[in-house]
Structures are given as C-alpha cells and as structure tokens.
C-alpha cells in the first residue's frame, strides 16, 4: 500500500468514527444533562467511496508516470543556452549609479549650434554626448532648429509647428550621430530605411583585451534575452527558436576591423567592408584566457543588424570588451584611471534623403580619446 492509498484509508476511518460520535450523547462538564448535539461539530463534506479510492490511487500513479503533469516543473532545458557570460553582480550597482548621473546630467541637457552636423526642412542631425539620454536631445532640438520650419505656413495661414522624431537610438554612454526628423510622413520613411537595413552606420570603440590576429573579421550569432532578462549571445543555428518571456532569437551581424593597437596605427577613413576572408560564425562558448596581455584596440564597427547592444556583446564575445562597459566585462578601472562611461561613438550614417533620394553621409567629430589613440 503506498502513502496516497494510506491516507485515504485514514481519511475514511476518521470520518466513520466522527459519524459514530455524533450520534452519541455526552454529558456537559457544567451539567451531568445528557444532551444530543442537533449537528455534528465537523462536517465531512465528502463521502468516500471504493470508486473514489480507487480513482485516487490511480491518479497518483498517473502523475508519477506523466512527465507533463502539472506538478512536474517545466523543463528549462528546451530554450536555446546563452553563449556569452552572465552579467556581473557588481555591473548593477555601478550601472545604477550611471543612470543617475545621467538623469542629473540630461535634465539640464541643452543642445547648441555647435552640436548641429547638418539641417533642413525636413530633418536634423546632431552629435549626441556620452552619458545622456536621447529623450532629452530630442526635447532640446526646438533651441536650435533652422527658421526655414518654425516660419512655414500651412495653406490656411497657421505656423507649421515641427513633428520631432527620433529616426535612430543610442545607448546612454554612447556618443555620436542622431538623427530626428521634422515631420509625420519624413519618420515612417526613415523608420523604413533602417528596418530595411538601407543604412550603413560605423561605430568607432576602444577596447582592451589580447590584440586580435585579425585585422578585419565578420562574426555573426544570434541575439536575445536570456531568462533573467540580460541580452546575450546565441549559436547562429539558435535563431528562431523560442526564448523565456516569448521572444525568439534573432539574427546578429557585425564586421569589425582593427585601427590600432596600443597607439600603433593609423586612422583609416570609413570604407566598404567586402572582405569574407575571416567570418567567424558563432555555435559555441567563446575561450578567452583570462591571464592574457591586455592591449588596448581601437576598432571600427560595421553592424549589419541593429540589435540592442550589438557592438557591446559581439566584443565581449571576442574577447575584447569596450572600456568602461561593465555590463558586459569592459574594465572600468585602467591605468590608474576610473571610467564612469563605456567608450563607444557612432561615427557616421550613410542612407538616401527620404525625400529628394539625394545620398547623404552624416559625420560627428571624433572624441578625445580616440585621437588619443592614433
């Protein structure tokens, strides 16, 4: 007899005897009346049966040989294995006291002429600064757009006031090149472009890690959260499978190519990148050696996809992690100096007009540290 058969068979027996005392009279501490109680003091609610038992003793049995009960807990092991690190525990605090700064920072944000790259009627670019958010570039774009908007008039004399959109997204503590358009119709063609990947962006990061022996590479995996939430790198054979919360894996391209290293090299002008001699497609762990010479890189960037921090992962994948990103085990402590801030800058975008279909190529001015570094 096992433990569920036994319990039933207790259940039943406790029931008979609680019926054979309510029948019975009994006397009161207080007053030797016999007196019959005119409901029992406990109510079984269910009367059990040998169909009962029976049913009972075979659902238990059942579920010990159904892998799919409900009481089986679900097995994780289906979803598709990140290939990249975890984050850091201590990434969170130091992330969190980043986002603060930047929120003090941003709120007293306000953009100048000078950080105007190019303008018309239709769009603006500008040159957005480490450690602020892009919502409060885009608040502050009214301060410096060109009069040709703010002094149009629509058909029944009414000022046309500007439609401010963002077309691109950085990260906080990426600097680099925005763009916001003015109107409805301008936004969704945009939005377009960059979902159709008809716009070529280079990203210039400073990273520290073993020199690569490669000077240029294409690496290619999948992209998605992990369970916890993180954004991680998957094998390139995992896209499309699912992931925890009902998100998939996606496609992840980035081809990168060395500028210098340790400050020995030149500064090359951005060009198109055809060379397939190095792709790496990602299906397993990456091995980095922990204990190995640490240089500092400067790399250009060509992402072919936009996902969320597709640079910061597939150079974390590397081996060589952009300085200052602790997120994703970037050292923010080098040479004596604490980095507040991760080292990436979106250097140019190149696409057609949306309007005229003119080709444009928009270029913001280098920061100081990758001068430091050629």
């Not at 433990?3 to 019926?19: A, G, N, P």
């Not at 609610?45 to 238990?60: D, I, N, Y």
Request: one cysteine or more.
């Amino acid at each position: 007899m096992n433990y569920e058969t036994t319990l039933v068979v207790y259940i039943m027996k406790f029931s008979s005897f609680l019926t054979r005392q309510t029948q019975m009279p009994f006397s009161s501490p207080l007053n030797s009346t016999l007196f019959f109680p005119s409901k029992p003091f406990i109510k079984v609610t269910k009367t059990l049966t040998f169909s009962t038992l029976q049913s009972t003793t075979m659902s238990a049995s059942q579920n010990s040989m159904n892998p799919t009960s409900q009481n089986t807990p679900v097995n994780l092991q289906n979803y598709p294995i990140p290939l990249s690190p975890p984050l850091n525990p201590l990434s969170k605090e130091m992330e969190l006291a980043r986002a603060m700064s930047a929120s003090s920072k941003s709120s007293l944000f306000a953009l100048s002429n000078s950080d105007v790259i190019y303008q018309d009627q239709w769009l603006i670019a500008v040159n957005k600064p480490q450690g602020v958010y892009c919502e409060s570039v885009l608040n502050s774009v009214p301060q410096v757009l060109d009069c040709l908007v703010e002094s149009s008039e629509l058909s029944d004399g009414t000022v046309a006031r500007p439609e401010l959109h963002l077309a691109n997204r950085l990260d906080r503590d990426t600097s680099g090149v925005m763009i916001i358009t003015k109107l409805h119709k301008v936004a969704s063609k945009l939005v377009k472009a960059f979902t159709d990947h008809k716009v070529r962006k280079t990203y210039i990061a400073l990273c520290i890690g073993s020199a690569p022996k490669w000077e240029k590479i294409a690496i290619k995996s999948g992209h998605g959260r992990s369970k916890f939430g993180a954004f991680r790198v998957y094998a390139a054979s995992d896209v499309g499978r699912s992931l925890p919360g009902g998100s998939t894996v996606k496609d992840m391209e980035t081809s990168f190519e060395v500028l210098s290293i340790n400050g020995q090299g030149s500064f090359k002008e951005p060009s198109e990148f055809n060379n397939d001699k190095d792709i790496l497609v990602v299906e397993e762990k990456a091995v980095i050696d922990a204990d190995a010479r640490k240089d500092e890189i400067l790399v250009r960037a060509f992402p072919r996809s936009g996902r969320t921090h597709q640079i910061r992962l597939h150079s974390q994948y590397l081996g060589i992690p952009i300085r200052g990103d602790v997120k994703y085990e970037g050292v923010c402590e080098w040479k004596g100096r604490t980095y507040d801030s991760h080292e990436l800058h979106a250097e140019s975008l190149s696409l057609e007009h949306p309007i005229t279909g003119q080709p444009l190529m928009f270029r913001a001015p280098l920061p100081s540290w990758v001068n430091q570094m050629v």
